[in-house]
């Protein structure tokens, strides 16, 4: 079970970090990943993290602004989200899968577990 909080409401060029914790798992043979989904859109892709935490991806609405990470020992994957802007206003998904070593996955299709989602809102 995937556990997601950290959202809330910030202004334009705002920080925000979300976790995502689980519990009853090796943490470190899952791949992980952040998706969102905006008002009216599709679920999509924003960034992806190994199994080790080695190998990462972003899709190019984020890069140079999030950061993905993990902490195994916590059980804990994280997203540092900087320089916010009213386009990535959305609901915050993490997502788990069985992991391959250095690869991550950036399709909805590739992951089994999934988070509830905790809501980040950008003001302008």
């Known amino acids: 079970q995937l556990q997601a909080s950290g959202g809330g409401l910030v202004q334009a060029g705002g920080s925000l970090r979300l976790s995502c914790a689980t519990s009853?798992?090796?943490?470190?043979?899952?791949?992980l990943g952040w998706f969102r989904q905006g008002p009216g859109k599709e679920r999509e892709f924003v960034t992806a993290?190994?199994?080790?935490?080695?190998?990462?991806s972003y899709a190019d609405s984020v890069k140079g602004r999030f950061t993905i990470s993990r902490d195994n020992a916590k059980n804990t994957l994280y997203l540092q989200m900087n320089k916010l802007t009213p386009e990535d206003t959305a609901v915050y998904y993490c997502?788990?899968?069985?992991?391959?070593?250095?690869?991550?996955?950036?399709?909805?299709?590739?992951?089994?577990?999934w988070g509830q989602g905790t809501l980040v809102t950008v003001s302008s």
């Open positions: 993290i190994s199994g080790s935490g080695g190998s990462t």
């Open positions: 009853g798992r090796t943490f470190s043979n899952y791949a």
């Open positions: 997502a788990a899968r069985r992991h391959y070593p250095r690869v991550v996955f950036t399709s909805t299709i590739d992951y089994a577990y």
